[in-house]
């Protein structure tokens, strides 16, 4: 028994070995960095990407490089509040008040609650909401969870396919390794027409994170139990807690939020930084003189 310990033990030990040497081998292939892509790069989110991509070195760093340039054009860091605010009024995308059972931050999404036409205004907040959530992990968490009310859903209020794709993309390849369980709970049965097809365009890894939960399933009930304390979740998810969204209180707290944001990026004083020299191994040119 001890020398199965052992070797297990071991095994373990060589395998972190293994992982550290394979972080330092991706910072050494993407050259130097500077400014918010430095900062972006710790040794944490270089094993993100790793683990993304099954510890391929090349493939690692041609997602990070990817990230990198998205991250340069659509500013993820700079979108305030008052930009997506009138996104959020009727709560359809929040930070929840509690954390599951291992300290994540919880991010509750109600479809049902759509109240705008701009796909691009929508995928913005949501982006937003994405690097609050992180932005509020606890120290040594780097994965968020996601509860999804499907109360008021219908085909109607539904996104389109197309949207559907470019927002699983984003989550996929620009924030892996983020996500560690979603749970679609109650959805009606018209939902698994869509989720038909929006399920082809998820990796195997984020698939198998989506679980569906069902109020009635005893496996569901255990599911949802060993992930959250029932005192906490709220009852439209099957716990006891009583869910109300203030979108005022919760505003005043995103301000707050973006000035700790601002603080964490560099930004003075919450002001904009203007364009950031690019890094080098993402190759742009330089202006012409």
């Known amino acids: 028994m001890f020398s199965r310990w052992s070797s297990s033990h071991h095994s373990q030990e060589n395998d972190s070995l293994q992982h550290e040497s394979k972080v330092k081998e991706l910072r050494a292939a993407l050259g130097p960095l500077a400014g918010r892509s430095l900062k972006y790069c710790t040794d944490a989110c270089l094993r ?3 683990e993304a991509r099954n510890w391929h070195l090349d493939k690692s760093k041609k997602m990070l490089e990817e990230t990198l340039k998205w991250r340069l054009t659509y500013k993820p860091e700079e979108i305030r509040w008052d930009e997506v605010a009138v996104e959020g009024e009727t709560g359809k995308v929040y ?14 999404l109600r479809p049902g609650k759509q109240n705008t036409t701009s796909l691009d205004n929508q995928l913005r907040h949501l982006v937003y909401m994405i690097e609050n959530a992180i932005l509020n992990l606890p120290e040594g968490q780097q994965q968020m969870v996601w ?3 499907f109360t008021g ?7 389109p396919i197309k949207s559907a794709r470019d927002t699983i993309n984003v989550l996929q390849n620009h924030y892996p390794e983020r996500l560690a369980m979603a749970f679609l709970y109650n959805p ?10 929006v399920k082809y365009f998820l990796d195997a890894k984020t698939f198998q994170k989506v679980k569906f939960v069902y109020p009635k399933n ?13 005192e906490n979740l709220p009852t439209e998810f099957g716990g006891k807690a009583i869910l109300e969204y203030n979108h ?3 505003s005043k707290q995103m301000v707050q939020d973006d000035t700790k944001s601002a603080t964490l990026w ?9 364009p950031e020299v690019a890094p080098e191994p993402l190759c742009i040119a330089p202006p012409a003189t």
């Open 48 to 50: 993100r990407y790793l």
């Open 95 to 108: 930070r929840a008040n509690f954390h599951d059972r291992n300290g994540r931050t919880v991010l509750i």
């Open 266 to 274: 560099g930004f003075i004083g919450n002001e904009k930084s203007g």
């Open 218 to 230: 005893k496996d569901s009930v255990e599911l949802m139990s060993s992930y959250f304390d029932e």
């Open 188 to 197: 009606p049965r018209i939902f698994e027409a869509f989720w038909k097809i």
């Open 147 to 149: 509860l999804i009310d």
């Open 153 to 159: 859903w219908s085909l109607s209020t539904s996104v």
């Open 248 to 250: 005022e209180d919760f």
